[in-house]
């Protein structure tokens, strides 16, 4: 069973930047896509970024490509979300996930789809992103 633990939440000021860590427990990261969803209030879950394990590929949706950057540091067995540019429609839950490798055709596959929370093989318990004046 692998627990993943989300942290780096917190209020931002817009404009400013914050790093999402997402640390995995029981299980290497090895074999698994890793991916960033957030939640806003009474929105779907959505995929924002998430990256490969075979090759290190990565998407990134429309609304954070260019100010978001994921990497993975495989070793620490942890995830990062790196933030800049931080708006205040970026506001949500933010959710770490995985997803078997093999399970996926490409990584897109992992951030698109239309039902994360059945998807996904294991999930975090989220942590808060407050983007405000």
């Known amino acids: 069973q692998v627990q993943l633990v989300e942290s780096g939440g917190g209020l931002v000021q817009p404009g400013g930047s914050l790093r999402l860590s997402c640390a995995a427990s029981?299980?290497?990261?090895?074999?698994?896509?890793v991916g960033w969803f957030r939640q806003a209030p009474g929105k779907e879950r959505e995929g924002v970024s998430c990256?490969?394990?075979?090759?290190?590929?990565?998407y990134y949706a429309a609304s954070v490509k260019g100010r978001f950057t994921i990497s993975r540091d495989d070793a620490k067995n942890t995830v990062y979300l790196q933030m800049n540019t931080l708006k205040p429609e970026d506001t949500a839950v933010y959710y770490c996930?995985?997803?078997?490798?093999?399970?996926?055709?490409?990584?897109?596959?992992?951030?698109?789809?239309?039902?994360?929370?059945?998807?996904?093989?294991?999930w975090g318990k989220g942590t808060l992103v407050t983007v405000s004046p």
């Open positions: 029981g299980s290497t990261l090895d074999y698994y896509a």
């Open positions: 990256i490969s394990s075979s090759d290190g590929s990565t």
């Open positions: 996930a995985l997803i078997l490798d093999l399970r996926i055709t490409t990584v897109q596959d992992m951030c698109v789809t239309t039902d994360p929370e059945n998807d996904m093989d294991y």
